[in-house]
């Protein structure tokens, strides 16, 4: 007799097994891609279709995450995101390159006078004012950072009329002409505070990374000074070493 072809929530199903034994046997680790759709489908003999209701089901899991666009496919994945050190990309496009919903929250907007520590790193003169902005950003519909950005007032003017749910630096590049060239940032663990805790939604006391940042244009001057706290649960950090050509590789990724 011969054998009747699995029905369609089946045949998915095995493709999800086949997924996961590779996941294992391979060893991918999570933020790794495991292939493009396309090859995924050529790899086990099956439909685009087919292989798409078997990510779907993965991804509804939070066991693989699908990312569009030239440097998208099927990704493994662990429910984190991924923090890349290695590039001056705003937050909101790194997370939706990693095919996850960001949503920003403006805390704080305000004109202030700059601190010790600001003033040094923006290298502002005295009586020079700052723009401070604390953020709070969602991924998929869990808090997961606090951004605090301080600016100089002067070389923004009018900022605070402007959106700042989106990218900042989108903004800043977009309705101020701003290049940026670089940005020096150091990273630690720290607890969490009360406020820090109730906002994020962990408990006070758990891990938070801070990551510092002074960031700079093309001319050398510093346009940002900031303090971001993310939630060590959910955030992975990646950096890329280069090579002696660094800084010819960092003049073509700018398309200088």
Same mark, same amino acid.
């Given at each position: 007799?011969?054998?009747?072809? *699995? ?5 998915? *199903? ?31 003999? +099956? ?14 899991? @939070? ?26 990309? @705003? ?10 919903? +960001? ?85 630690? *663990? ?11 939604? +962990? ?6 990374? *801070? ?11 510093? +346009? ?33």
């Amino acid at each position: 007799m011969t054998a009747r072809p *699995a029905p369609p929530e089946d045949a998915a *199903a095995l493709v999800r097994l086949r997924l996961l034994r590779l996941l294992t046997d391979e060893r991918f680790h999570p933020g790794e891609l495991v292939g493009s759709e396309r090859a995924l489908a050529e790899r086990f003999g +099956v439909s685009r279709s087919l292989l798409r209701q078997a990510v779907d089901r993965l991804e509804d899991e @939070g066991r693989v995450r699908r990312a569009t666009g030239r440097t998208g496919g099927v990704f493994a994945h662990d429910g984190r995101v991924q923090r890349h050190l290695n590039t001056t990309m @705003g937050v909101p496009e790194m997370v939706r390159r990693q095919g996850m919903r +960001v949503a920003t929250t403006v805390l704080r907007a305000e004109l202030g006078v700059p601190g010790p520590d600001e003033r040094r790193a923006l290298r502002l003169g005295e009586g020079e004012q700052v723009v401070r902005v604390v953020r709070l950003r969602r991924v998929d519909d869990v808090p997961w950072s606090l951004d605090r950005s301080v600016l100089p007032a002067r070389r923004y003017p009018g900022l605070l009329q402007h959106d700042l749910t989106e990218s900042l630096y989108a903004t800043l590049t977009a309705r101020y002409g701003l290049e940026l060239d670089r940005a020096d940032e150091t990273v630690e *663990a720290v607890p969490a505070t009360a406020e820090q805790a109730q906002l994020l939604q +962990v408990a006070a006391g758990a891990a938070l990374l *801070a990551i510092r940042r002074t960031a700079h244009d093309v001319d050398g001057a510093a +346009v940002e000074h900031a303090l971001d706290f993310f939630r060590a649960d959910r955030t992975r950090v990646h950096l890329q070493k280069l090579g002696a050509n660094w800084k010819r590789v960092a003049r073509r990724e700018r398309g200088g």
